[in-house]
């Protein structure tokens, strides 16, 4: 009987695995097909944050932690840094996409071009 339960366990347990394992071949699937439109929303989230950010941060002197709050409903995945030296914050969802936008005296906060 001893046997018997081990091996519904270990079937059990392959059934888990080869059902978690199809669950994210599905998932890699459905972001591989939208890839052209989950693109488009993270390259327009990370250039509004950094531009966003770096105007409130350099142009208006508030804190960067405090610039974050401005950042609209569904961005909560855009992370902000800054370099004090440059005047430039650059906004980032990990793995995905990057932009950078850069205090110009006389210009305000300037995106860096897009293809860099």
Do not use: H
């Not at 401005?70 to 990057?98: R, Y």
């Amino acid at each position: 009987m001893a046997k018997t339960a081990g091996a519904k366990r270990s079937s059990l347990s392959r059934t888990i695995l080869i059902a978690v394992l199809l669950v994210i071949v599905g998932l890699a699937a459905l972001a591989w097909f939208n890839r052209g439109p989950i693109q488009g929303y993270t390259t327009a989230a990370t250039t509004y944050s950094a531009r966003v950010a770096c105007s409130c941060r350099f142009v208006a002197g508030r804190d960067l932690e405090d610039c974050a709050k401005d950042k609209l409903a569904g961005m909560e995945m855009v992370s902000l840094s800054e370099n004090p030296e440059a005047q430039s914050v650059t906004a980032s969802i990990p793995f995905v996409n990057t932009a950078i936008a850069t205090n110009r005296e006389g210009y305000g906060c300037v995106l860096e071009s897009w293809g860099s």
